[in-house]
């Protein structure tokens, strides 16, 4: 199994939080596998430049070092548009981030790790849990 850490989660485990960093260890300890999506990857490296935070800039390069770098190729783009047209369709409305991250994950049929489930609840098939409650 492989699981996404969305950018809440990688903010939850940068800055200690206890129970994240607890279900990350059993994750390893259970021989999970991490992917990064590239714009997760994105939306932590620019917020952490932007804070001047070098300190946990250090930390997530040392905690993300060993995760496979999830690859954003046509298909998932696709997936991306199916999505958008799915949820618009029953009158959901989901921004673009959260909408490719859903993409790479159900491309790959990865399990997306995120605090915010009520942002990705009704995104057919996409595979959900958290590590923060």
Not at 24 to 37: F, G, P, Q, T, W
Not at 104 to 127: A, M, P, Q, R
């Amino acid at each position: 199994m492989t699981y996404v850490l969305d950018t809440n989660i990688i903010i939850h485990l940068i800055s200690g939080n206890p129970t994240a960093i607890s279900r990350y260890e059993e994750c390893l300890l259970d021989s999970k596998n991490i992917a990064l999506s590239p714009y997760v990857d994105f939306e932590i490296r620019r917020g952490l430049r932007y804070k001047k935070a070098t300190a946990k800039e250090q930390v997530y390069e040392k905690l993300c070092q060993d995760w496979i770098l999830g690859e954003m190729g046509r298909n998932v783009w696709l997936q991306a548009v199916n999505i958008y047209s799915e949820l618009r369709h029953k009158g959901f409305s989901v921004c673009d981030a959260d909408i490719l991250i859903a993409a790479l994950c159900l491309e790959n049929h990865y399990t997306l790790v995120t605090n915010n489930t009520k942002d990705f609840i009704n995104i057919n098939g996409l595979k959900l849990i958290n590590w923060v409650t």
